[in-house]
């Protein structure tokens, strides 16, 4: 009688087992279908000169550092990233007991969409504020500018690669 309810566990046992063994990975949606990605240069609404450029060659190597895709051009890829720097803004920050500026805040906006080129449909598309401060006596707003480029750039390797 043991012996048969032992028998009778085991193909019940590895069938259990088996099941839970499969691709793991952190996307919920599953592991993507896409392997080949292009980067549009960011388009800039703003008067500050050269950020988008910087932004996209910064948004380029992140995506080559990663390697979730091939970097393509933009006739032969899956997906398109297309950004826009929509604002610029740079503001004082904090003040010392005299009422002079000790930081400034650097703000900027974006539009940024995921494109997939097989149907021209957005896979996804946000709007994003980033923000970095820089000390007057110690820092310039180039630092600032670097700081938040860095931020942008990792929160759209980020949403691209590990959450859809």
């Not at 259990?16 to 063994?21: M, P, R």
């Not at 080129?117 to 820089?134: G, H």
Request: hydrophobic share 40%.
């Amino acid at each position: 009688m043991v012996r048969c309810l032992v028998l009778r566990a085991i193909p019940v046992i590895l069938l259990l087992s088996l099941a839970g063994c499969g691709v793991y990975t952190f996307n919920p949606k599953g592991k993507s279908d896409l392997n080949t990605i292009a980067i549009q240069r960011f388009d800039n609404k703003t008067a500050e000169y050269g950020l988008a450029d910087r932004l996209t060659d910064e948004m380029i190597d992140a995506f080559i550092s990663d390697g979730t895709f091939k970097i393509i051009p933009v006739d032969g890829a899956e997906a398109v990233l297309v950004g826009v720097l929509t604002r610029y803004l740079r503001r004082p920050h904090t003040y010392d007991q005299n009422d002079e500026v000790q930081e400034y805040k650097v703000e900027m906006d974006f539009s940024v969409t995921l494109k997939n080129t097989k149907d021209d449909s957005d896979i996804w598309t946000e709007r994003m504020n980033q923000y970095a401060t820089f000390d007057v006596e110690t820092e310039t707003e180039e630092d600032a500018q670097r700081k938040v480029i860095a931020i942008l750039v990792e929160t759209i390797i980020n949403r691209t690669t590990k959450s859809w």
